[in-house]
């Protein structure tokens, strides 16, 4: 089976592709397979992913591999301190509608890459969620 959004996050994966990565920043498919836990030639299982985070503008394609873009590095930086992911945590039901308002207008008003990167995170969440 092929890695799919539900298994890791974008940035989950670009957190890992960076640490896999060599000193020139590329990393393989195979080396990522690897990283994840699959078999040797199982760079099959990554490619398909790896060329749509290209696509959306995360990764380059280069020889040998794949790098991290800018935009990938600053899907990677996000960081929220400890007080906002607490009022996050606490918002009730219409506090936390207006704050995803203002979350989605990112996605409306946003360029190619924030809007990919935004849809994506939302169908990974989305997908985990119990049914």
């Not at 397979?33 to 990554?46: F, N």
């Not at 959306?56 to 873009?69: H, K, N």
Request: charged share 30%.
């Amino acid at each position: 089976m092929t890695l799919r959004n539900v298994d890791y996050s974008d940035r989950e994966l670009l957190m890992l592709l960076r640490d896999m990565a060599d000193a020139d920043g590329v990393c393989s498919a195979d080396s990522l397979a690897l990283g994840l836990g699959y078999d040797e030639d199982s760079a099959y299982r990554v490619a398909p992913r790896l060329s749509w985070m290209t696509r959306y503008g995360f990764l380059a394609r280069v020889d040998g591999g794949w790098m991290i873009t800018k935009d990938g590095q600053d899907i990677m930086a996000g960081k929220l301190s400890a007080s906002t992911a607490r009022e996050l945590d606490e918002m009730g039901v219409g506090k936390r509608i207006l704050a995803l308002r203002a979350l989605a207008q990112g996605y409306v008003r946003g360029g190619d890459v924030q809007a990919a990167a935004v849809r994506r995170e939302w169908q990974h969440q989305a997908a985990r969620r119990p049914r």
